[in-house]
């Protein structure tokens, strides 16, 4: 994670944003978020790892041999060369069974602690890695990708709030913005790790790269057991002020951390008061907070980003290419996004939410128009597509991905953690992750079908839901940039709708509490 250059040399008080709150962004808050942000390289590894074993002949002879003869029969159309239902199966698979582990993650992040549900998700996917290496059948496969899929739920949930409660409300956005910025170098160590092992002439690399998932789990797993839990977690467990002012004036290299130990000693006691996080989080003064956390992940996987993550090698062979030039395109089309994420990082606090997003979303619609243009004109059912339209359809493939990655790829994860009060920030970021983990697999199920059937239409279909998108952030999305989190509600009494139902319910709350004294 790159939060090196926004460590600053000075106390520093409230100046410039982060509500009036002391301190700096020190080399221990730097160090912490580190190795809890190092569990997004887990989940890039997977999503880059799939899409590269699923398109290595040595991997599908093996397990999807239907698929192997399909891709040799030149009677198939190149859009459904890959279209196999068990195919299919083997990729998303994982994203149901972290839909399932996320839920129940989020009552063991809330009553043991972000570090133990790490730690959960780092074991179980170590484990995950081992039938995966050792897979002699599509049964030992699927375990892999279950194990695997539990293991995200857990330190998916669970990573992006420890990284929101342990950053200055300042670079709260830079720092959380590393999660997606790990992300982004999973995928690029899997897809370098699958150029290099493909060239393994006796057909086993795919097992090099489905065992080796087990470094980054082992390196979260092990960094988890020295990390400490935040601030807001020890308020809320133990109620013990004293630790956590020390805490807080390590992390913040400051003696004047008061006003924030204040302000969450406030929202714990508030949160102490909500026994059931998800049964609140539906309640109307919840409302903007629920909206965007079910509408943000929706729309993320609506941009077609994951059939860039999981699927770039097949679709860089659909259009012509070797294997090998395959892999290799993957591998520069991910290198954008890494620097696309580290770009995020340095402008989020500066340039704010709402830009990123904006602009970013503009960059993905006129990528998706271009790719869905490219292929309607030169690439047919059947023959060849010309080496300089599949390297220009490469090309404008990196546009987007840098798209993605410096907006909705990195804010989908910050920005409904950083609006959910504490009572119903374990439930909100729940809420995230399921819906991630139900869209990728909606996609990753449907994704190949669909290509088959509606071939290049599927591009225009992704950029009609970006238009939608970003109309939505344009509307109904406030700046949240540098507000603490425990002073977020303020965002929504200011936006000229969310005020309409946030002030109904604050004005009905309040004729309750006269009533008894009148």
């Known amino acids: 994670m790159a939060i090196g250059a926004f460590v600053e040399s000075g106390g520093g008080g409230g100046g410039g944003g982060g509500g009036g709150y002391g301190g700096r962004v020190t080399a221990y808050v730097v160090l912490t978020c580190v190795v809890a942000g190092s569990g997004g390289i887990l989940f890039g590894y997977d999503l880059g790892i799939s899409g590269g074993v699923t398109s290595m002949d040595s991997f599908l002879k093996r397990f999807f041999p239907d698929v192997y003869q399909k891709k040799q029969d030149t009677r198939v159309s190149h859009y459904c060369a890959f279209d196999s239902e068990l195919l299919t199966v083997f990729t998303s698979s994982l994203y149901i069974a972290g839909l399932v582990a996320t839920l129940f993650a989020s009552s063991v992040t809330r009553r043991y602690g972000r570090r133990t549900s790490m730690l959960i998700g780092g074991t179980v996917f170590i484990a995950g890695s081992v039938f995966g290496g050792a897979a002699v059948n599509v049964f030992m496969l699927l375990i892999n990708r279950i194990l695997l899929g539990i293991g995200l739920g857990f330190t998916n949930q669970s990573i992006p709030l420890y990284l929101s409660e342990m950053a200055p409300p300042r670079y709260r956005g830079a720092i959380n913005n590393g999660f997606e910025l790990c992300i982004s170098l999973g995928i690029l160590f899997a897809n370098v790790l699958n150029y290099c092992v493909v060239k393994i002439t006796a057909g086993w690399g795919w097992r090099i790269s489905l065992s080796m998932a087990a470094v980054p789990a082992a390196f979260l797993t092990i960094g988890a057991v020295f990390l400490p839990e935040t601030p807001s977690f020890i308020i809320e467990r133990d109620g013990d002020t004293d630790k956590a002012r020390i805490l807080l004036q390590r992390l913040r290299g400051t003696t004047s951390v008061q006003k924030e130990l204040d302000d969450l000693v406030a929202a714990s006691n508030l949160s102490r008061t909500v026994q059931y996080p998800f049964r609140n989080i539906f309640k109307r003064k919840y409302r903007p907070q629920l909206v965007i ?210 002030g109904e319910e604050e004005e009905k709350q309040a004729e309750k509490t006269a009533l008894p004294s009148m």
């Open 293 to 502: 956390a079910l509408l943000v992940p929706f729309f993320n996987q609506l941009t077609g980003i994951n059939v860039m993550n999981f699927y770039a090698p097949v679709m860089f062979r659909t259009i012509g290419l070797k294997e090998s030039a395959s892999l290799l395109s993957s591998v520069v089309n991910r290198l954008c996004a890494t620097f696309a994420n580290i770009m995020a990082m340095i402008v989020v606090d500066r340039f704010g939410r709402r830009k990123l997003f904006l602009v970013g979303g503009i960059q993905m619609i006129l990528s998706q128009l271009a790719v869905g243009a490219i292929l309607a004109a030169e690439f047919k059912d059947y023959g060849s597509m010309d080496r300089e339209y599949a390297y220009l359809v490469l090309i404008t493939m990196c546009v987007f991905v840098a798209g993605f990655a410096w907006s909705w790829g990195p804010l989908t994860f910050l920005v409904p953690t950083e609006i959910c009060p504490l009572e119903i920030r374990s439930a909100g970021q729940s809420i995230v992750v399921a819906v991630v983990f139900l869209m990728t697999f909606v996609i990753g199920q449907t994704f190949l079908a669909v290509l088959c059937r509606i071939k290049s239409g599927t591009f225009f279909f992704f950029a009609g839901w970006i238009c939608l998108m970003t109309v939505f952030v344009y509307f109904f999305l406030p700046e949240t940039k540098k507000l603490p989190m425990e002073q977020m509600e303020q965002v929504w009494r200011k936006h000229w709708f969310w005020k309409k139902i946030v």
